[in-house]
């Protein structure tokens, strides 16, 4: 298979037509080998309109995914990413958003909770001389405060909620981008500090799989 042929086809027809026109986003994509980070079984359908399983679900555990072109797109645009940007990724799964991120960012620090996620994301990372990101493990709704402040954070999967641990480690200037909600009532949102306060921003309509521990709490009823 011609994987390159079939990048510039996913760029070409996937993200352009989806009102995508930054260069910098159009360019990473097609300087990214998808199918370096998916599951060699479905190195074939690399790209595909769609969602790829990274895991399976098991032990209480859901499946986990890449993103699908169109929408992850939209948002690293929605983003605007600069080239002195340090920016936190949340959900780093393989390490293919990460990867995109950093043809755009100053550096990435990709998270991720799962180990062998992260071991796979980090080899895969460093044999593509993709060294301007590092892999950190913990908690996803924690973020990486070590590290912070941030430019830019984005949440690589739709949340219900947003923790506040994650917009404190916003830099006063910085944007956060994600996607709340589920299935089609999902919005993909920009956050903005300014002055010490949060402002946000709906965006657009968008469907991507959700990234687990953004659960909003249960409420007791009476």
Do not use: W
Request: charged share 25%; with cysteine.
């Amino acid at each position: 298979m011609d994987y390159e042929a079939a990048r510039v086809k996913m760029v070409d027809r996937q993200i352009r037509t989806t009102d995508v026109q930054s260069y910098a986003v159009l360019d990473a994509f097609l300087a990214v080998p998808r199918e370096a980070f998916v599951p060699a079984r479905f190195k074939q359908l690399a790209y595909i309109d769609n969602d790829i399983e990274i895991a399976e679900a098991g032990e209480g555990k859901p499946a986990r995914y890449i993103m699908e072109p169109s929408p992850l797109a939209k948002l690293m645009q929605l983003a605007n990413i600069e080239p002195d940007d340090v920016v936190l990724e949340i959900g780093c799964g393989t390490g293919y958003a990460a990867a995109i991120i950093s043809q755009m960012a100053g550096s990435v620090v990709s998270l991720e909770s799962e180990d062998d996620l992260a071991n796979t994301a980090s080899d895969t990372l460093a044999r593509l001389g993709y060294d301007n990101v590092a892999v950190v493990t913990g908690p996803l709704p924690e973020g990486h405060a070590e590290e912070a402040p941030y430019d830019v954070i984005f949440i690589n999967g739709s949340v219900e909620v947003v923790p506040d641990a994650i917009f404190e480690q916003l830099r006063e200037g910085g944007r956060l981008v994600c996607v709340e909600g589920s299935g089609n009532a999902s919005r993909a949102r920009l956050y903005c500090k300014e002055d010490g306060a949060v402002a946000e921003r709906a965006a657009f309509n968008t469907s991507v799989r959700p990234l687990p521990g953004f659960e909003k709490p249960e409420t007791f009823v009476f």
